[in-house]
């Protein structure tokens, strides 16, 4: 969503949330004629409002996982009948990052169950999710597949033995050597997605792992991202 987009959605929102039913129908038809998107995401925004919150933001990062995909559910993640949770890894912005064993395949993988993710509709979602896929460098961490099971979304990814960024250079701070080549390494990860027209939107040293080989890894380019235009 563009912040031009969000704006706009932000002014309608903060405009419709203090009208009765009645007149929010009036609202709607007058501010969102002929884009059918829009009232749609407004309406969705408007029907997850319970008074309590005081902003889009409070609403979006609340309760809004319908814009991911119909009837959503924002009940905590379980796992999956073929997927089961072994522990949590982390969490940022767009979902919880969990080690699961895979049954069906037999082996370790990092999970990730996503919530928020820039009000992607399921399509959408598929058609990024498959460019990032596709792309195998290996200073990129391997997405896996896509999955879509009791209105929960989630990705599958390689699992790495690794630690941040930020904790490797505590240690090797003074090694300019390895800094060199790890920073070199890390260029080489923002070029393979600049190649591919891809801008990770979310770079930070939480998302870039070293593993003990000094491989470096750019992690959580899903979803985070903008096509260069």
């Known amino acids: 969503m563009s912040p031009e987009r969000w704006a706009l959605l932000q002014q309608l929102f903060e405009s419709g949330i203090g009208l009765t039913p009645e007149k929010r129908k009036e609202f709607l038809e007058a501010n969102c004629a002929g884009d059918v998107t829009l009232r749609e995401e407004l309406m969705s925004l408007l029907a997850c409002y319970s008074g309590a919150?005081?902003?889009?933001?409070?609403?979006?990062?609340?309760s809004l996982r319908e814009l991911i995909a119909p009837g959503a559910k924002v009940e905590e993640f379980h796992g999956t009948e073929r997927f089961v949770l072994k522990r949590r890894i982390g969490e940022g912005g767009f979902g919880v990052v969990y080690e699961a064993y895979d049954c069906k395949e037999g082996l370790l993988v990092a999970l990730k169950?996503?919530?928020?993710?820039?009000?992607?509709?399921?399509?959408?979602?598929?058609?990024?999710?498959?460019?990032?896929?596709?792309?195998?460098?290996?200073?990129?961490?391997?997405?896996?597949?896509?999955?879509?099971?009791?209105g929960?979304?989630?990705?599958?990814?390689?699992?790495?033995?690794?630690?941040?960024?930020?904790?490797?250079l505590r240690v090797r701070a003074s090694d300019y050597r390895a800094l060199r080549d790890l920073f070199?390494?890390?260029a080489n990860g923002i070029s393979a997605l600049h190649e591919a027209g891809i801008l990770h939107c979310d770079l930070k040293p939480a998302n870039v792992l070293v593993t003990p080989q000094e491989r470096v890894v750019i992690c959580d380019f899903g979803l985070a991202m903008e096509t260069v235009q």
């Not at 399921?122 to 999955?147: C, G, W």
């Open 113 to 150: 169950h996503l919530r928020d993710p820039r009000g992607l509709g399921p399509a959408q979602l598929k058609r990024e999710f498959r460019t990032l896929a596709d792309l195998i460098h290996p200073n990129l961490v391997r997405l896996y597949e896509l999955f879509s099971e009791d």
């Open 184 to 186: 070199a390494q890390l």
């Open 53 to 62: 919150e005081a902003s889009l933001d409070a609403v979006v990062h609340g």
């Open 152 to 168: 929960f979304w989630f990705i599958t990814m390689e699992l790495l033995d690794a630690r941040h960024l930020t904790e490797y």
